[in-house]
């Protein structure tokens, strides 16, 4: 029993050492951020195994994907007949999981142009749930989940809306102190 109860213990580690070697994760880097567009890099990092086939999708939640549109996708050019044209829009649904009520892309992201977002900030994040989750396919073709990840950026007004804020401020301020001067 003893014997048996060890050799368990060691064929368990093994699995748990080897599942902590073979980790995979995504991060990304807003670069050249514009009042009307962002660009955007992803970097993968895995351990554990060589990886020859790399699967992500971003997403939104519903009520912002009408916000952006994806105006370059560089990473690569896919020839597969099921996936419309690019650039591909935040199109595809997403009604299960932890993605319920988000829509994703058809593939992956390049340049973005924002029309019509409010100041604020948004959050894309990868897919997580099937039919479209994010993976990593190693050499012998098994699918690694991609945990997952997200990048927020913020849109801010362009400085001339802020003077003219301010300038109406002003005059608002001005008005208002001389109607004060000229009740006394």
């Known amino acids: 029993m003893k014997k048996t109860l060890l050799i368990t213990t060691i064929i368990c580690g093994m699995m748990?050492?080897?599942?902590?070697?073979?980790?995979?994760?995504?991060s990304f880097i807003v670069?050249?951020?514009?009042?009307?567009?962002f660009t955007l890099d992803s970097y993968l990092t895995f351990s554990g195994y060589n990886a020859n086939g790399l699967s992500y999708w971003l997403e939104l939640?519903?009520?912002?994907?009408?916000?952006?549109?994806?105006?370059?996708?560089?990473?690569l050019t896919f020839t597969d007949p099921t996936q419309p044209s690019e650039p591909?829009?935040?199109?595809?649904?997403?009604?299960?999981?932890?993605?319920?009520?988000?829509?994703?892309?058809?593939?992956?992201?390049?340049?973005t142009t924002i029309t019509g977002a409010a100041p604020g900030v948004?959050?894309?994040?990868?897919?997580?749930t099937n039919p479209r989750p994010s993976i990593v396919s190693d050499t012998t073709?098994?699918?690694?989940?991609?945990?997952?990840?997200?990048?927020?950026?913020?849109?801010?007004?362009?400085?001339?809306?802020?003077?003219?804020?301010?300038?109406?401020?002003?005059?608002?301020?001005?008005?208002?102190?001389?109607?004060?001067?000229g009740t006394r």
């Open 31 to 37: 670069g050249n951020q514009t009042p009307t567009g």
């Open 88 to 111: 591909n829009e935040f199109n595809y649904p997403m009604t299960n999981g932890i993605d319920n009520g988000f829509y994703a892309t058809s593939n992956d992201l390049g340049a």
């Open 122 to 128: 948004y959050t894309f994040f990868t897919t997580s």
């Open 61 to 75: 939640p519903a009520a912002q994907r009408t916000f952006f549109h994806i105006t370059a996708e560089t990473w």
């Open 141 to 181: 073709f098994n699918d690694n989940p991609i945990p997952r990840a997200s990048f927020t950026i913020t849109i801010v007004p362009e400085p001339t809306t802020f003077a003219l804020l301010a300038l109406a401020g002003a005059g608002l301020g001005l008005l208002a102190y001389r109607r004060r001067s």
């Open 16 to 26: 748990a050492a080897g599942t902590a070697f073979a980790a995979q994760s995504m």
